[in-house]
């Protein structure tokens, strides 16, 4: 099945600052104790509506408007029947095609479109896969499709012209029409803004006496967010990076953290290391830099501050103590 890290990555597609509507349909080969078809409704990372093959009906999952039931039923019966029966033949034909066993196999799809942050429609995008295996990939951008990856079977003048059509007459219009009504429906949670907190971390490692440096964003919403560290002015290549992956936080927001092992002979060739920040709620770009030689083995920038604060606050005490005892003693 796509796994997450993947469909999370289909969501960076999307512009900073806009919002988007996904839809990610599940279509399965063979017999299982769930729906034949299944498709979750994503308004940017909150679900709001979930519709299977079982009941054929549009479920909230998320405020709604009743006024708008009728046309939402309608909408999901077109679009998701489409959908239904697109991936029912796909699925046949791979599993055709690909000779496949006996068993359970899965077809899975995300399609979407977004709102660009100037309020105009942005394009609908289309990613697809088949037991986990990367398989299609096409953009519809209000004037022609594109291609990225074709399905197995071929992409003809006729199939493009077909697919503009039913994009531009019926997919992306519906889209962006629901788009706007739950975005509307939804702004307190999903048009707030949250600053990122940023921690600065090392750590020392005995047995080869390098060291460990980590830049962590958390705390932030919406989760858009480009984190970025720097070797003497210049990015490190991502192959010498670990992390960066964008994770939730149980209140809602999210985090970011960025590793870099820096070797002992790195150390004793005196590079210069900062980390950069961006984010929808910074005006400008957070640049922050390590120093690798100010911090003991082991320690961090927050450690090193609630030492020295437990350090000032046991001053302030014993001075208090010897006041009050010469206060006594007069």
Known sequence: MLKLAYLLSCFTVVNAGSHSLMAFATYIVGRAPFPEFSVVVMLDDMQIGYYDSNTSK???RSHSDPKYYNDDQKDAAVIFQDTYDDMKMKGSYAKKNFNLTEGVHVYQRLVGCELLNNGKPG???FWGAFDGQYMEEFTYDLNNIHVEKPW???????????LKLLYENIYHPICIKVLLRYLHLEKNHV???VKPRVRLMRKKFLDSQGLQISCLATGFYPRHINLTLFRDDQPVDDDQITGGEILPNGDGTYQMRKNLVISKEELREGHNYNCTMRHLNLDNK???IF???KYDQGGSFSLSLVSL???MLAVLIITLFKWMKRSAAD
């Not at 079977?153 to 006729?158: E, I, R």
Request: proline content about 3%; hydrophobic content about 45%; cysteine-free.
């Open 291 to 293: 120093d690798t030689d």
């Open 309 to 311: 604060l437990l350090f």
């Open 286 to 288: 957070l640049n922050i």
């Open 152 to 162: 197995i079977t071929s992409w003809d003048q006729l199939k493009r012209l077909n």
């Open 123 to 125: 394009p609908l995008h």
């Open 58 to 60: 549009f479920v909230y």
């Open 191 to 193: 048009m707030r803004k």
